[in-house]
């Protein structure tokens, strides 16, 4: 190895060593001196330099940690004057994203399911996503960098699809949505990869980072590498790869079960259940966020010492929920008329306190496929078989829970449970969709048609009440999570959700002759609901597309050809209007953009015979 490479002095051992030769004990955290809390990070930040605090964090370092160290305290360290910082920041450091590579050599096979989009703008724009792949796709490259010289990159083996944007790295929850992308593209190999820098992940730390940078170290995100796993193994049948999988998800799972879980008392009946929380031990700004959680702690408040150490534990264990930030987390449903900045919002966040329904429904979704994967190799050790029965009580006892403590009967719904009031919030997101979408939906409501035809009312409102995708709430906090915006994972899981209900009982039908019908209780029927969406957000990412400059060669042109742009998929839209990008929220709304990409394929496989709208007029589907 030509050039060494850094993340800290802790982590110098585990860089040379094979990620699965570490001992299953060993604890991460954020340590470096440049890029985690101390007082380089602090001035650097708080200087104001850049207007996206996770500029710097991901900036290498030019020369070797200890120089520059020392010459940090040669500009006279945490009292250095403006000037001086930006002075030592060119001397020292290499732009942003420095060490991310894109891999240049990537295959994009023909898809011969485009072919079979039937009209000519979908199909041409598919061809497009198809390709763009190429552009997200990158390793960590190291050679540039110095003997000594740092990053904040955790380093890893293969190579990984990006967001896009300002996300120079992989996360976690969005790589679920990519794989699927990436399975639909053909490209088998580089979604194998990235569920293996997972696995490193996991035999490393313990646990998936929220993303592959030290700073998060503390925190995951939503874990969904069960699915990862399940989507690649039901389209290869790697039986080999599966093996290998299980004793890493359970380690995974043991996390969560670790130090996520909490004992909930349901207030009824005093019957006590365990269920599981986002969490996060943090007493600091986030380093990729620190003006802005600084400023939301300390900026014209009189926190006490323990009060701003809870609140930033708070925000932290936002960003770990994927849904950073949303009025889910908040006391405060609606910004207060002096509302100045969208961070005043935060001080009223309370996420550790919140049992979100989403993170207990994927949690089940794990137990209940470690129970069948499992069983599936029960022949290969006595052991297994245990396991396999632990598991499926485990999925049991989760799903007795979520039911005494989640599901609502007057809304016919499953709701987040705050430990604060100790009662479920009733409010309407689509994060009521996920048990629906794993199956973690207790079997007596699968048998009871009335019920079944009320799960989707709310949904079938909230698509009513605007002409886009599903809105991720009706609060307007100025939070990017929460009206007017609309994200493509959660249109994938609820498209996904009326789907599963509709096979469902359409299977019940065929077989029992029955006259169960999918609909909500107002007559729509889901295949209704799920193609109108389906067909919003593809409205939605393909006008956002065109208006940005996207084309066609041959089939459409610019539509104002003086722009250099070539079109941008974004990464949230906003749900009033088609073709239009989210916005609010702590930074810009990205382009690129990984997840949004692989739910159009995604879209767009399942429904041909879509017809792309003419993005100059308004765009209406009503069902």
């Given at each position: 190895?030509?050039?060494?490479?850094?993340i800290?002095?802790?982590?110098l051992?585990?860089?040379f060593?094979?990620?699965?030769?570490?001992?299953?004990?060993?604890?991460?955290?954020c340590?470096?001196?440049?890029f985690?809390?101390?007082?380089i990070?602090k001035?650097?930040?708080?200087?104001?330099?850049?207007s996206?605090?996770?500029t710097?964090?991901?900036?290498?370092t030019?020369?070797?940690?200890?120089?520059?160290?020392?010459?940090?305290?040669?500009?006279?360290?945490?009292?250095a004057?403006?000037?001086?910082?930006?002075?030592f920041?060119?001397d020292?450091?290499m732009?942003?994203g420095?060490?991310?590579?894109?891999?240049h050599?990537?295959?994009?096979?023909?898809?011969?399911?485009?072919d079979?989009?039937?009209?000519?703008?979908?199909?041409?724009?598919?061809?497009?996503l198809?390709?763009?792949?190429?552009?997200?796709?990158?390793?960590?490259?190291y050679?540039?960098l110095c003997h000594?010289?740092?990053?904040?990159?955790?380093?890893?083996?293969?190579p990984?699809?990006v967001p896009?944007?300002?996300?120079?790295?992989?996360?976690?929850?969005d790589?679920?949505?990519?794989?699927?992308?990436?399975?639909?593209?053909?490209?088998?190999?580089?979604?194998?990869?990235?569920i293996?820098?997972?696995?490193d992940?996991?035999?490393?730390y313990?646990?998936?980072?929220?993303?592959?940078?030290?700073?998060?170290?503390?925190?995951?995100?939503?874990p969904?590498?069960a699915?990862?796993?399940?989507?690649?193994?039901e389209?290869?049948?790697?039986?080999?790869?599966?093996?290998k999988a299980?004793?890493?998800?359970?380690?995974?799972?043991h996390?969560?079960?670790?130090?996520?879980?909490i004992?909930?008392?349901?207030?009824?009946?005093d019957?006590?259940?365990?269920?599981n929380?986002y969490?996060?031990?943090?007493?600091?700004?986030?380093p990729?966020s620190?003006?802005q959680?600084?400023n939301?702690?300390?900026?014209?408040?009189?926190?006490?010492?323990?009060?701003?150490?809870q609140?930033?534990?708070?925000?932290?264990?936002?960003a770990?929920?994927?849904?950073d930030?949303?009025?889910r987390?908040?006391r405060?449903?609606?910004p207060s008329?002096?509302?100045?900045?969208?961070?005043?919002?935060?001080?009223?966040i309370n996420?550790a306190?919140i049992?979100?329904i989403?993170?207990?429904?994927?949690?089940?979704?794990?137990e209940?496929?470690?129970?069948?994967?499992?069983?599936m190799?029960?022949?290969?050790?006595?052991?297994?078989k245990k396991?396999?029965?632990?598991?499926?009580?485990?999925a049991?006892?989760r799903?007795?829970a979520m039911?005494?403590?989640?599901?609502?009967?007057?809304?016919n719904?499953?709701?987040?449970?705050?430990l604060?009031s100790?009662?479920?919030n009733?409010?309407?997101?689509?994060?009521?969709?996920?048990?629906?979408?794993?199956g973690a939906?207790?079997?007596?409501?699968?048998?009871?048609?009335?019920?079944?035809?009320?799960v989707?009312?709310?949904?079938?409102?909230?698509l009513q009440?605007?002409?886009?995708?599903?809105?991720t709430?009706y609060?307007?906090?100025?939070?990017?999570?929460?009206?007017?915006?609309?994200w493509?994972?959660l249109?994938?899981?609820a498209?996904?959700s009326?789907r599963?209900?509709?096979?469902?009982l359409?299977?019940?039908?065929?077989?029992?002759?029955s006259?169960?019908?999918?609909?909500?209780?107002?007559?729509?029927?889901?295949n209704?609901?799920?193609?109108v969406?389906?067909?919003?957000?593809a409205?939605?990412?393909?006008?956002?597309w065109?208006?940005?400059?996207?084309?066609?060669?041959?089939?459409?042109?610019?539509?104002?050809?003086?722009?250099?742009?070539?079109?941008?998929?974004f990464e949230?839209?906003?749900?009033?209007?088609?073709?239009?990008?989210?916005?609010?929220?702590?930074?810009?709304s990205?382009?690129?953009f990984?997840w949004?990409?692989?739910v159009?394929?995604?879209?767009?496989?399942?429904?041909?015979n879509?017809?792309?709208?003419?993005c100059?007029?308004t765009?209406?589907?009503d069902?």
């Amino acid at each position: 190895m030509k050039t060494l490479f850094f993340i800290s002095s802790v982590l110098l051992t585990a860089l040379f060593s094979s990620a699965h030769a570490v001992p299953n004990n060993r604890s991460y955290s954020c340590d470096s001196p440049i890029f985690c809390e101390g007082p380089i990070l602090k001035a650097v930040q708080m200087a104001g330099l850049f207007s996206d605090s996770k500029t710097f964090v991901d900036m290498p370092t030019k020369k070797p940690e200890v120089e520059v160290l020392k010459a940090f305290e040669k500009i006279n360290g945490a009292n250095a004057s403006r000037a001086d910082i930006k002075q030592f920041l060119e001397d020292n450091f290499m732009p942003a994203g420095t060490e991310v590579t894109p891999l240049h050599n990537i295959n994009i096979p023909k898809l011969d399911w485009i072919d079979d989009i039937s009209n000519p703008d979908y199909r041409g724009w598919a061809e497009h996503l198809n390709e763009a792949w190429g552009n997200l796709t990158v390793t960590f490259d190291y050679s540039n960098l110095c003997h000594g010289c740092v990053t904040s990159a955790l380093p890893v083996n293969r190579p990984f699809v990006v967001p896009g944007g300002r996300f120079r790295e992989f996360y976690y929850w969005d790589s679920f949505f990519v794989i699927k992308g990436l399975i639909l593209s053909k490209q088998f190999k580089l979604a194998e990869d990235m569920i293996e820098n997972f696995f490193d992940f996991i035999e490393e730390y313990g646990f998936v980072p929220n993303g592959a940078r030290i700073y998060y170290l503390n925190r995951s995100q939503p874990p969904f590498l069960a699915h990862m796993i399940d989507v690649y193994y039901e389209e290869t049948g790697d039986k080999d790869f599966l093996l290998k999988a299980l004793p890493i998800l359970e380690k995974e799972y043991h996390h969560w079960m670790r130090d996520r879980s909490i004992e909930v008392t349901n207030p009824r009946n005093d019957n006590v259940y365990t269920l599981n929380h986002y969490a996060v031990n943090n007493k600091y700004p986030r380093p990729e966020s620190y003006v802005q959680d600084f400023n939301t702690v300390n900026t014209g408040t009189d926190f006490s010492d323990e009060e701003k150490e809870q609140l930033y534990a708070d925000i932290a264990a936002g960003a770990e929920t994927g849904w950073d930030f949303s009025s889910r987390w908040t006391r405060q449903k609606q910004p207060s008329p002096d509302q100045v900045e969208n961070y005043e919002m935060l001080r009223t966040i309370n996420t550790a306190n919140i049992i979100p329904i989403d993170l207990n429904s994927l949690l089940w979704y794990y137990e209940r496929q470690l129970s069948t994967w499992y069983s599936m190799f029960h022949r290969k050790s006595k052991e297994f078989k245990k396991k396999s029965i632990y598991y499926r009580q485990q999925a049991k006892k989760r799903l007795d829970a979520m039911e005494e403590l989640m599901w609502n009967d007057d809304f016919n719904s499953f709701y987040d449970f705050n430990l604060t009031s100790n009662e479920q919030n009733v409010e309407y997101t689509p994060a009521t969709l996920y048990p629906i979408w794993v199956g973690a939906f207790p079997e007596k409501f699968m048998k009871d048609k009335t019920t079944l035809s009320k799960v989707f009312d709310q949904t079938e409102e909230a698509l009513q009440k605007y002409p886009g995708i599903l809105t991720t709430s009706y609060y307007n906090t100025t939070l990017q999570w929460d009206w007017p915006n609309g994200w493509p994972p959660l249109t994938y899981i609820a498209i996904q959700s009326l789907r599963q209900v509709e096979l469902l009982l359409n299977s019940e039908r065929n077989s029992n002759d029955s006259n169960i019908v999918a609909s909500t209780s107002q007559g729509t029927s889901f295949n209704v609901l799920s193609t109108v969406l389906a067909e919003r957000y593809a409205a939605s990412a393909f006008c956002g597309w065109i208006n940005t400059g996207g084309s066609i060669p041959g089939v459409l042109e610019k539509l104002n050809s003086s722009t250099e742009d070539a079109g941008h998929m974004f990464e949230k839209f906003d749900v009033n209007t088609i073709g239009l990008s989210g916005s609010q929220g702590e930074y810009v709304s990205q382009i690129g953009f990984g997840w949004t990409n692989a739910v159009a394929l995604w879209v767009l496989n399942l429904w041909p015979n879509f017809t792309a709208p003419d993005c100059t007029q308004t765009i209406v589907y009503d069902f």
